[in-house]
């Protein structure tokens, strides 16, 4: 069993930046793809940003592109997610989630999720 923990959300102004950390405890991590997602007042979940068990290989929403960086530190059993440039339209909650090896884009596939950590960006 894996328990993921987001921190990191908060309210910013447009053109601003955040760091959002996916703390894991239960198990390490090493052999989990992470992803993250988010939703947003009246939409469904959409994904963000994955990345490997190894952090060798990342995979980025066509909408943040450029602008967020995903990454991760195994032995500290953290998923990070750098957001910079950020525009009102990446207002929603963010939440981590986790699968055995192979990255996905589809929120059907990931096994174990945190309760998320809200972001808003205003204009």
């Known amino acids: 069993q894996v328990q993921l923990v987001e921190s990191g959300g908060g309210l910013v102004q447009a053109g601003g930046s955040l760091r959002l950390s996916c703390a894991a405890s239960?198990?390490?991590?090493?052999?989990?793809?992470m992803g993250w997602f988010r939703q947003a007042p009246g939409k469904e979940r959409e994904f963000v940003a994955s990345?490997?068990?190894?952090?060798?290989?990342?995979n980025y929403a066509d909408s943040v592109k450029g602008r967020f960086t995903i990454s991760r530190d195994n032995p500290k059993n953290t998923v990070y997610l750098q957001m910079n440039s950020l525009k009102p339209e990446d207002t929603a909650v963010y939440s981590c989630?986790?699968?055995?090896?192979?990255?996905?884009?589809?929120?059907?596939?990931?096994?174990?999720w945190g309760q998320g950590t809200q972001v808003t960006v205003s204009s």
């Open positions: 239960g198990r390490s991590l090493s052999n989990y793809a």
């Open positions: 989630a986790a699968r055995p090896f192979r990255m996905s884009v589809s929120l059907n596939e990931y096994n174990y």
């Open positions: 990345i490997t068990w190894s952090g060798g290989t990342t």
